[in-house]
Every structure is written in C-alpha cells, then in structure tokens.
C-alpha cells in the first residue's frame, strides 16, 4: 500500500491523453479521483438529492413497505439502519438497493439471474423517472471512464467494452447516515473499512463529508468537491492490472452533525463476464495481508457474478438464506 496525502482531481474537459495520464497516476497510488466536467445535468441531481430527502424522511413503516426482502433475487429495495454489515458489524446507516430495470419476460428475468430484475419505487411523485434518468446519465459515464481507463493502460478504447463491459452490472445506492451518536469513538461507523467489488464507482455525495480512503500511514480525507464525482476502482480492476491499479479500503463516519446522503453507482463487469487479467499483468501485487478482509482478489477464479454473489451474501446474510439459496 502507498502512502498518499489527499485524492487528486481530474478534469474529463481536458485533452484525452492527458485525462488518461492523470486517471492512471491516480489509480496507481491512491484508486481514488474526483472527476469534474462529467457532464451529468446539475439540476437532474438537484432532484435526485430532493426526492431522497422526501422517501428517508417517512417512518419506517412505509419505507418497510420496500424492504429487500420483496425484491426477490433482483436484490432491490430498502433497508434500515443496521441491515447492511461490514465485516460482520451493522453501518449506522439505511439505504435503498436500486439497478438496471429490467421487465418480466427479460431472459435474464426469467432464467432468475440474481441482481436483474425490476426495481422497488417508493411512491414519491417523480421518484422513479428521476432515478432512472440519473442511472443512464452516470452509466454513460461510466463507459466514457472505463474508455479512459483503457486507454490508461495503453490499450484500446473499447477494450474493456468488448471484453466485459457491453452488458454491464449496474448496481445503484441511495443511503441515508443519520448523525452519529457516538462521533469521537471508533465503536459506529457509518460503513466501516471496504473495497468495492467490480471495477468503477462513481459517487455523489452531498456536503456533510465523512468519507475517508486509506493510505499506508494514515486515513485520508475525500472531502465534498463542488460539482464533482468521486471515483475509485473495485477488486475486479485490481485483479485485472495485477495489482497495479488499487482497490483501496475506504470507510465513511458522518461526525457533521447533520443527515449525510449519498448515492454511489456501480459499474461492473456484466454478470457473465470471466474477468481474467490484462494482456499487460506480467507480474502480481499480492496484498492479502493488507487487506480489510484478508482475501485475495487475485486468486479468485469464475465469472464476476460468482464473486459478487459471495460478496454480497455476507453483507446481508439473513435474505441470503431467504431469497438466494431457496430453489426457484
């Protein structure tokens, strides 16, 4: 693990060869970037930031009405505050699990694929056809990125979208971090210590701040940035470079004193895809003593969909047994 000091920022209205020199930099010693010039419309988000007010300021029992339980193995709807874990300890923090919508007749619907199905909209006017306006806008963000990151790498453009990227796993969040009651111990935390799964996130977040990345000798702020977004590459892309890109643990605790929403958006290697290492990993960085959870991700072996079913089981153990291990 490198030692860094703050999360550089990345401007995408710049010359393309100099966003892919500077996304590669910041992969390689920090995972993290903020991107600005990103294109996603600002009052789109001013919306998307209103209505999740309005749906996590209801009472708990009409946010039930959504809960996770009746997505089914589409792995969709609301959770309270202590239902997700992280390592094994509840995040002081309620969220609503949202992705690509997908209609019954879907082959991928039908066959019972987990993670694709329809989402669970609560009943806000606009709700709905805000958020997936929002998906589209960040999903074709994401595909502009992973160009860049291929081209980071010195390859093609297209390459991560012909290899896995065509048909790719899009897994939204809107969370909600109530203040936390205990802001000066270590004992809360609003998500602890994690890398992401798949290969990019992209994260708005509001102005509370609270999110941390770590470095070799300490934690490290990623403060707000104006009209920006918050980029950091998952385990998939580590094992893909070799580790020459970083999956780096991060955690979030919301010490603002205030309600603290943010909404991350998931860009991964389509569920099918058998994610394998680049042409230009002639070495790995093993780094299964440093990590959160002492795992490797380089040793894994399958389709991302095999990874990310193991990952997400033990983020929410009791639907696991209810929805994913019942027969169909």
């Not at 309005?54 to 193995?73: H, T």
């Not at 707000?224 to 385990?235: A, K, L, R, T, Y």
């Not at 290697?269 to 790995?284: C, I, N, Q, W, Y």
Request: net charge neutral.
């Amino acid at each position: 693990m490198q030692d860094f000091t703050s999360i550089p920022i990345v401007d995408l209205a710049q010359d393309k060869k100099k966003v892919a020199a500077d996304v590669r930099k910041a992969c390689c010693e920090s995972g993290f970037f903020y991107v600005i010039h990103h294109g996603v419309d600002e009052a789109l988000q001013k919306r998307l930031e209103d209505l999740s007010r309005q749906f996590f300021q209801q009472d708990e029992a009409s946010k039930m009405q959504l809960r996770m339980a009746l997505g089914g193995k589409a792995w969709r709807g609301y959770f309270p505050v202590g239902g997700e874990l992280t390592s094994g300890k509840p995040d002081l923090k309620e969220g609503l699990y949202l992705g690509t919508e997908l209609p019954a007749d879907h082959p991928k619907v039908k066959a019972g694929v987990p993670l694709h199905g329809a989402n669970l909209f609560p009943n806000v006017p606009g709700f709905k056809a805000t958020v997936l306006e929002y998906m589209d806008a960040v999903t074709r963000l994401g595909h502009q990125l992973m160009g860049i990151m291929g081209l980071s790498l010195g390859l093609a453009e297209d390459y991560f979208h012909q290899h896995c990227t065509k048909d790719p796993l899009i897994l939204f969040r809107i969370f909600h971090y109530p203040p936390d009651p205990q802001p000066k111990t270590q004992d809360s935390w609003g998500v602890g210590e994690h890398t992401d799964y798949g290969l990019l996130t992209i994260l708005k977040q509001d102005d509370c701040g609270g999110l941390q990345v770590k470095s070799k000798s300490q934690w490290v702020d990623a403060p707000p940035v104006p009209h920006s977004f918050v980029c950091n590459i998952g385990d998939m892309l580590d094992r893909m470079t070799g580790g020459l890109y970083r999956s780096t643990p991060h955690r979030v605790k919301n010490v603002s004193g205030r309600n603290r929403y943010s909404y991350p958006l998931f860009f991964d290697p389509g569920f099918d895809s058998e994610v394998k290492p680049l042409p230009l990993a002639k070495t790995t960085r093993e780094d299964r003593d440093e990590r959160w959870d002492k795992a490797s991700v380089h040793a894994f072996q399958g389709t991302y969909g095999d990874y990310v079913l193991n990952k997400v089981s033990k983020v929410f153990p009791d639907l696991k047994q209810d929805v994913l291990e019942k027969k169909s």
